[in-house]
DNA sequence: GAATCAGATGCGAACCATATGCAGCTGCAG
DNA sequence: CTGCAGCTGCATATGGTTCGCATCTGATTC
């Protein structure tokens, strides 16, 4: 469950120094709020605060969610809700890197293939762009466009081959 | 949960005609009490029956394992132990086709790609060498070796573009 | 072929992640 | 400032998976 990475692209909420990022960006607790009501959701303290963590990590499940949120006294529950919510107006999207539990990370942090090795359940991150020749080749075999924007893969970390 | 899919490669216990399929292979009742033995598993009727299950369909959950053995009293618990122990000892192998719930398949099934369709939850299926380069693009990049046997990847299919 | 026992099974209940009903609270439009 | 649709906390339900335990059975030994 530790990603052993320090500093990623794309984080910006509680960094000082903001990233480039895709359409929905969330800049600032000032743009969060912007970006809510844009979405026709009310910008509440539990949202921002649940934006701030999916900003600050790159991909995290719901109860890593309320155990950053729970001194401000928000609730389980209320983070399934507001992690439903911000799914549905396409802000945050659900990532199954382990079985029984989902991950959830903003759409606006930078493309990148997720690697999920089989042995040490670690998760390491690489260039989204190594699949674009597969998805291709996939999408002209099979006509399936291939969503290659955070796409988990399976297979045993260079450190885990034995 | 339909895949459309009429006759896989790598289908024998059920059928008349043994196809060709790796080590490990499930070609007979017999065998596969010979299989269950060399892993050092008892050869019960109920393992015998899940392994006919699974080698007749493609993917299934263990639920749709229990609802087909439910005739000869095979309780759901029984199918979850014996899944267990069959991935334990190499047989079996689980694939995260949806969330929440897990599906399992013969590791003897010929490799194949799935591709899940977030729109309508389809899962269609095609040629894994179609991800080989990107594996050998990743390993080289990374270190990390990509488990191109049966992956999943998530997309549209060629239906639910719109 | 009968005895033996580790391993397998059925049954029920526990468990964990997620969802939901409801009453009270709050952002924000007016 | 006010009203109320939309949120939230709390408690409880749900659905998939696991576990404990008593009983049973496959395969080894005699």
Do not use: W
Request: glycine residues 6%; contains cysteine; proline residues 2%.
């Amino acid at each position: 469950m530790n990603e052993g990475r320090a500093g990623h692209p794309g984080s910006c909420l509680a960094a000082q120094v903001p990233s480039i990022v895709t359409v929905m960006a969330v800049r600032s607790a000032v743009d969060a709020a912007a970006l809510l009501r844009s979405a026709g959701l009310r910008a509440t303290g539990s949202r921002l605060a649940v934006l701030r963590v999916l900003d600050v990590r790159h991909h995290v499940t719901a109860e890593e969610v309320a155990d950053a949120v729970a001194e401000q006294g928000i609730v389980l529950s209320t983070v399934y809700r507001t992690l439903e919510h911000l799914e549905r107006v396409g802000v945050v999207r659900q990532v199954d890197l382990t079985p029984n539990r989902r991950s959830y990370h903003l759409v606006s942090t930078t493309e990148h293939l997720h690697l999920r090795c089989t042995e040490c359940g670690q998760i390491s991150e690489a260039d989204a762009v190594l699949l674009t020749g597969a998805a291709a080749k996939i999408e002209q075999a099979t006509g399936f466009v291939v969503d290659t924007r955070h796409p988990v893969l399976a297979g045993r970390c260079r450190r885990c081959q034995s």
